[in-house]
């Protein structure tokens, strides 16, 4: 088959969609079908597969006008083309069989976005921001218009949460949806004896956090859980690692206020995430807004694969996550 795949950037060591869409178009290719990938950038490792990259012309610059220059020249470049089907993923593909929302609905980002703000009178000032934001108004047009066309004959989500929204939001039918969890590469991810990280002592019990959003992901509350615990049982020896891209400095401060700076250490990127994962002895993930991961029953596929201890609960119970915390310590 002539398979088209769309996506603004094409790279496998971002991870999230655009590590999904290079290993389906690796698959795809793999199996026999001629792949093009429309994109404006893309790792050129993967050159040495029979992909047929196309460069969509790109205005540089802010994000809405990136967006929507992309989705403009990529219609105009699909129609000069005649494909089997045409794949999207996220907001820069307009016309297409299959969307995959990697990224969730930007709908349920944008409200737990805001969740994630502590501050109660910050968070009405960014809700009014948001209401007039030129930007979010036209992504969420956007959002609906794909949704809505009924040339897309298959929407494929990563959970059942993101099934849930998009038939909330759009009142898209139910047999239009697939849910399709994400994969795990078994041959990166596997169980291993465990390598202590040169990072912690012989006897701590390393705790990891991987995110690209810190706030999102919750960090600020695992601050918070770790400075009560660090009070409660200050005899306890352990040390959180933190993984991702992302600025520390605010964490940095919240940690001191908390009492745990101590017990935290930012490593930056990554590169070795399997490695890192077979190092730590617990991973945290209490995140507002996870669309692969926040399902009834679902956990990381990697940490189940690597027989890793796993916390994530809705923030509203992270009061009592220090206590939680403790018991998985002192088991192990």
């Known amino acids: 088959m002539k398979i088209a795949l769309v996506i603004d950037n094409f790279s496998p060591a971002k991870g999230g969609g655009e590590g999904y869409a290079a290993h389906f178009a690796r698959e795809l290719a793999q199996h026999g079908h001629e792949v093009h990938i429309f994109t404006y950038a893309w790792d050129t490792s993967l050159t040495p597969l029979p992909l047929t990259f196309h460069r ?7 994000e809405l006008f990136r967006v929507l220059s992309f989705g403009y020249y990529c219609q105009k470049m699909l129609r000069e083309h005649s494909f089997d089907i045409i794949q999207g993923f996220g907001k820069s593909c307009w016309r297409m069989d299959v969307y995959r929302p990697g990224g969730g609905v930007h709908r349920a980002y944008l409200q737990q ?8 009178y910050y968070r009405y000032y960014r809700r009014i921001l948001r209401a007039a934001s030129l930007k979010d108004l036209v992504f969420l047009a956007i959002e609906r218009y794909q949704y809505r066309q009924e040339s897309i004959k298959r929407i494929i989500v990563n959970s059942g949460l993101v099934k849930s929204h998009v038939e909330g939001f759009y009142r898209c039918p139910a047999e ?17 004896p465990k390598q202590r990280p040169e990072v912690a002592q012989r ?3 390393v705790l990891l956090f991987v995110a690209n959003n810190f706030r999102l992901k919750g960090l600020p509350c695992l601050i918070k ?12 020896n352990f040390k959180l690692l933190i993984a991702g891209r992302g600025k520390k400095d605010l ?6 206020r908390a009492g745990c700076v101590d017990k935290m250490l930012f490593l930056g990127q990554v590169e070795d995430m399997p490695q890192l994962y077979h190092s730590a002895d617990i991973l945290i993930h209490p995140t507002f807004y996870d669309p ?23 923030v509203s119970l992270w009061l009592m996550a220090w206590k939680i915390i403790y018991c998985l310590i002192r088991v192990i």
């Open 56 to 62: 969509v012309p790109t205005f540089k610059g802010l």
């Open 225 to 236: 859980a770790l400075g009560t615990l660090a009070k409660a049982r200050p005899t306890l």
């Open 176 to 192: 239009r949806i697939r849910v399709v969890f994400n994969g795990v590469d078994l041959e990166r991810f596997h169980p291993i």
């Open 251 to 256: 964490y940095l401060k919240q940690a001191r």
């Open 292 to 314: 692969a991961l926040m399902s009834a029953g679902r956990q990381p596929p990697v940490a189940y694969l690597l027989l890793l201890p796993y916390i994530t609960a809705l």
């Open 113 to 120: 976005n805001l969740l994630s703000l502590e501050n109660p």
């Open 203 to 205: 006897k701590e019990v």
